[in-house]
């Protein structure tokens, strides 16, 4: 999927008020995180990047 593709699978989901889980996988430093904060903007919803590789485990035993 292209950059553009991703905008437009995007746009498509926040349009149709579709709320589905989306996982958005690809190598680092090709701008998934940039076209998230994009559609958020434009549609004036809430974004928090969070990286869930950079959080600790929360380990309960």
Do not use: C, H
């Not at 680092?28 to 950079?54: C, H, M, T, W, Y």
């Amino acid at each position: 999927m292209t950059p553009a593709d991703l905008k437009a699978y995007l746009n498509n989901l926040v349009n149709k008020n579709l709320k589905i889980s989306t996982m958005i996988w690809g190598a680092p430093g090709i701008g998934k995180s940039s076209i998230v904060g994009q559609i958020a903007q434009e549609n004036k919803i809430d974004f928090a990047d969070l990286r869930f590789s950079q959080l600790a485990p929360n380990w309960e035993i």
